[in-house]
């Protein structure tokens, strides 16, 4: 890959802004991401993630056969981030790309955040029921490859555990629930886990062991990073299917999961539903993009068969079919 077309850093003292904007490759269409707010150690930390989060949105859009390619910005939370006036600044900022990049929601950036945004420029997705249904739609359609691939057909009666339970974890847990998996759910937020496992007669798994539970399919869905290598050498699951972006901490933990047999299908297809729903609507003009949401599913198929015939680790081989798309 190319280096990143533009990085844009951005600070705005009266609002206490502090954030990184990634314009990572255009050559398929304007650049996909979402808006994620967290707290980082340093300014370069969250530049980091920014980089690597925009370079998995190019790749996710390649393989999704979208017109569009990556880009991500990351805010820095903190104790003096007045939300309202940091996110009116940062909208500005989203319009005078007029397009370029193309953003939503993401890890703790709230509806109202996005809100704000939105009066400053039409570039903001928020939506954020369509793109989680559309995210565990996609997920659930990553997952039936892994119940074929695994010998079964469909989901149903297949345990299933879900880590996360926000936007995009719940919506995946009723996809799965919906598919008639045995759920399984995990979430530091013990309210909100036990309030959508009361809703979707799921069984409640303690954080700390959520990784390591016994069940048929893992689906992290909340934040990237979690499967290190010493976590896939622990994995009782059969198969890792998940919601959640950079999943995987290190190639390392890539190729521990095909040396175990793990069937693996990487977050970069299994997480693409959320932007399909978005860029098939704004940019594609698709009237309904759920087809290609449900195409997937079929995507999924063709990297686990050649997952097989060519040895090499899942997530390797999803790269390959990305640059594939993007011609080199």
Known sequence: MTNPERVIDIAHAPSGLRAC?????????????????????????????????????????????????????????????????????????????????????????????????????????????????????????????????????????????????????????????????????????????????????ATIVAPEDALRADVDLLSPCAVGGVVTAAVAHELRARALCGGANNLLADAEADAVLLARGIVHVPDLLASAGAVIAGIGRTVMGLPDPMPLVDALGATAQKLLQRVRASGKPALAVAHEMAHERLGH
């Open 21 to 201: 904007l990634v314009i990572d490759d255009t050559r398929l269409g304007p650049a996909a991401g979402g808006v994620r707010t967290q707290s980082y150690p340093s300014y370069e930390a969250a530049r980091d993630d920014a980089l690597a989060l925009a370079r998995t949105m190019t790749l996710k859009c390649a393989l999704a056969g979208l017109a569009a390619g990556g880009g991500k910005c990351v805010v820095l939370a903190h104790p003096g981030l007045k939300r309202e006036r940091a996110f009116t600044e940062l909208g500005r900022w989203v319009e005078d790309l007029g397009g370029l990049f193309r953003t939503a929601g993401d890890l703790g950036t709230t509806a109202r955040d996005l809100e704000v945004m939105a009066e400053q420029t039409p570039y903001v997705h928020r939506e954020l029921g369509e793109l989680g249904a559309a995210a565990g739609r996609g997920l659930v359609r990553c997952a039936e490859a892994c119940a074929e691939a695994l010998g079964g057909r469909g989901l149903r009666g297949l345990r299933v555990l879900v880590q996360g339970a926000g936007t995009i974890g719940g919506a995946a847990a009723r996809a799965f629930h919906a598919a008639g998996a045995e759920l399984w759910l995990s979430d530091l937020d013990a309210a909100r886990a036990h309030a959508l496992a009361a809703e979707l007669g």
